[in-house]
């Protein structure tokens, strides 16, 4: 197997999660094929997501996931295959979201599901993403009474 194929998709993933919780839309959208599908099992909008092509993925990242929201992904442990100019990715990955308007946390856990392909510039995309939990709890930040919360630049912290 070709390692820097196998590199190539863990920047991407790495790169996907970071743009996510830095808030770089436009460079996500670059993560992502035109017809890219995601399928986000998360319960936390009261059902699952289902979300087709680049631009929708995207825009529902940017209306959905904007200062108010803060996220943290790490991914980790991923199992690659390549085929040619396409591959499949099963990545465990574990979550937290501060949803500060809402006063409330969001943790979780699941295995993300990936499809990859090679564009015609060469370059690796995400042409499928999606998971199903294996949990998700969440908590009140009103319940924490003696909490104290600093959060980056990128973020506005409603008190």
Known sequence: MDVATLERIRSLKYR???CIDLKRWDELGD???EDAVARYGTQALGEPLELDGRDAIVNFMRENLGPGIITVHAAKHPE???DGDTATGLWAFEDTVIATEYRVVIR????YEDSYRRCSDGVWRIAGTGY???Y???HSLDDMPSLRFTANRWAEVAH
């Open 31 to 33: 993560t992502f094929t």
């Open 108 to 111: 979780g856990a699941a295995y």
């Open 132 to 134: 199903e939990r294996i």
């Open 80 to 82: 690659i295959t390549v």
């Open 16 to 18: 996907y999660l970071r």
């Open 136 to 138: 998700e709890f969440t």
